[in-house]
């Protein structure tokens, strides 16, 4: 016996919707826990003062310059390599056992804990080439860990672009590299736009590969050797050790505001970008 | 100015993607000023032979050449022809309309632009002076600024027409050019060519036999790769040489 076709419709709409709503109230829930326990804590103190007896007291202001600084430096890294891979592997080679390669390490890469990445980069920068603790020890961390996700983003980016601009460029005597600068990443940078967004989250986010590689240092940091404190690590600690749960979750709020603030002033920018461009 | 009426000289050319053969020991010559029309069925090789005149097909892997095709007395397949030169040489319009994603004015300085052309007053010339050509100036003359996604599909044809001519080549090469556009269109872009004939040599591969009919001083008609014929239209038209040519033009096949 088979369903009534418009019952069995309607069954999978009712379906479909039930699996949106409750993935919108997880959101919307976890976005209003946070803001709710957070919100009180916090105020204009709490952003422009240094934390005080362990983060007991005072703001967060030096771990907002340590999150700002330690994320702003792991893109710098990460966007010209990432990018630059992928158009190498698309743009400037056939598809061959190389690109193979360097695109299934890339993947292997993108699945590695991130506390496997703070150990590596506490191995390799920290103690061997001697960075310490540090902003750049941290920096170069992370962008070796967003690396697969850029280059992922942005070969998917480069890869939609259709051929036939490439041709139309070709065909007006353009250079390769005329063709890549002026049509195809012209046209991919939304793409990759949102991949560099979902690193600058992820490096946001990031505690434990951040916590063994730039330390946990209170003060505000001076020079790349300095060991510093991000937002998600002072949280982490807050936390962790029970040392104020109310600035913890004051942090904590921060960082979802933080990340929805960056989120929508990209969506602006590249609503921007798009309308001149088409 | 070269004064030999043959302009570009194909002899014994041959093309391959991988194994499979595309063109077959094409011998043909195109003059000087002609309107040359290229016809035949689907995968004749009229748009290879288009693509290799460019080298386009240099950008599809496993693209192969034999033989000789002599532009102004040089082989482009020569190790130091510059391709780019070549390409700027060589204009050339494809099948479907594919104005870039940028202003009018964009589009047409695109390939000027590369070229190395910065000067403003020298872009805005160029840019004129190539609509006009196409046709399109009058249309558009008060929105340069706006998408050129924006405009009708004739006009975006014509754009792309005006884009090639920027760049001053000696060559238009037109791939089907009005497969995709109502008749209207289609009769403005045939006066175009008429008119561009007097200023540049003109290979015109058509789908459409009476397009060939209407524009081609000579018209070649391809089958399987290979060259079958080459002529004057209307020789081609009325007494074709070869049963297949004839047998193709009545709608036989293909």
């Not at chain 1, 703001?59 to 330690?70: A, H, K, R």
Request: with cysteine.
């Amino acid at each position: 016996m088979s369903l009534d076709p418009r019952l069995s419709q309607r069954i999978a709409r009712t379906f479909l919707w039930a699996m949106t709503a409750v993935t919108v109230a997880i959101l919307v829930f976890i976005i209003f826990f946070i803001l709710r326990k957070g919100l009180p804590a916090i105020n204009v103190d709490f952003l422009t003062k240094n934390p005080v007896d362990m983060g007991k007291g005072g703001g967060i202001f030096s771990t907002v310059i340590g999150t700002v600084v330690l994320t702003a430096l792991a893109i710098l890294i990460a966007t010209p390599l990432g990018v630059g891979t992928a158009i190498y592997l698309t743009e400037y080679t056939w598809e061959n056992t190389l690109t193979r390669v360097i695109r299934f390490g890339a993947e292997c890469l993108a699945g590695i804990p991130s506390i496997i990445f703070g150990l590596f980069g506490f191995i390799l920068f920290v103690t061997k080439l001697g960075f310490g603790w540090s902003i750049l020890s941290g920096g170069l961390t992370l962008a070796f860990m967003i690396l697969p996700t850029l280059i992922r983003t942005s070969e998917e980016a480069i890869k939609s672009v259709p051929a036939s601009y490439r041709q139309v460029s070709f065909s007006l005597g353009g250079t390769k590299w005329q063709t890549v600068t002026r049509v195809v990443l012209p046209s991919a940078l939304p793409g990759i736009v949102t991949g560099i967004i979902l690193s600058v989250g992820r490096s946001i986010g990031e505690t434990a590969a951040v916590i063994f590689t730039a330390g946990s240092a209170l003060r505000i940091p001076t020079s790349l050797f300095s060991s510093s404190r991000t937002m998600s690590v002072h949280f982490y600690i807050l936390a962790r050790e029970g040392i104020s749960m109310s600035k913890a979750y004051g942090t904590a709020a921060i960082l979802v505001i933080a990340i929805l603030a960056v989120n929508i002033a990209t969506y602006y920018l590249m609503n921007k970008f798009i309308r001149k461009y088409s | 100015m070269p004064t030999d009426p043959v302009a570009i000289r194909v002899s014994r050319f041959s093309h391959f993607f991988g194994a499979e053969q595309t063109l077959i020991a094409l011998d043909l010559d195109v003059c000087r000023n002609e309107i040359l029309g290229i016809i035949g069925p689907a995968r004749s090789g009229k748009s290879t032979f288009l693509c290799a005149l460019n080298r386009l097909n240099d950008l599809v892997r496993g693209s192969r050449v034999e033989g000789r095709i002599e532009i102004d007395g040089k082989n482009i397949y020569d190790p130091d022809v510059d391709v780019i030169e070549l390409r700027r040489k060589l204009g050339t319009v494809f099948a479907t309309p594919i104005p870039l994603p940028r202003s009018i004015f964009e589009n047409v300085a695109f390939g000027p632009r590369m070229a190395g052309v910065r000067d403003k007053v020298r872009l805005n010339e160029i840019v004129r002076d190539s609509l006009e050509k196409g046709g399109l100036f009058e249309e558009v003359k008060d929105r340069l600024n706006t998408s050129a996604l924006k405009l009708s599909g004739g006009q975006q044809q014509r754009l792309c027409l005006a884009r090639i001519l920027a760049l001053k080549p000696e060559f238009i090469l037109l791939d089907e050019p009005t497969s995709g556009l109502d008749p209207i269109s289609t009769m403005k872009i045939e006066d175009s060519l008429r008119k561009l004939k007097k200023d540049y040599t003109i290979i015109l591969v058509t789908n459409n036999t009476k397009q060939a009919a209407r524009v081609a001083d000579r018209t070649a008609f391809f089958l399987n790769g290979g060259l079958i014929e080459i002529g004057p239209t209307a020789g081609i038209y009325t007494a074709p040489a070869d049963k297949r040519t004839d047998d193709y033009l009545r709608g036989k096949f293909g």
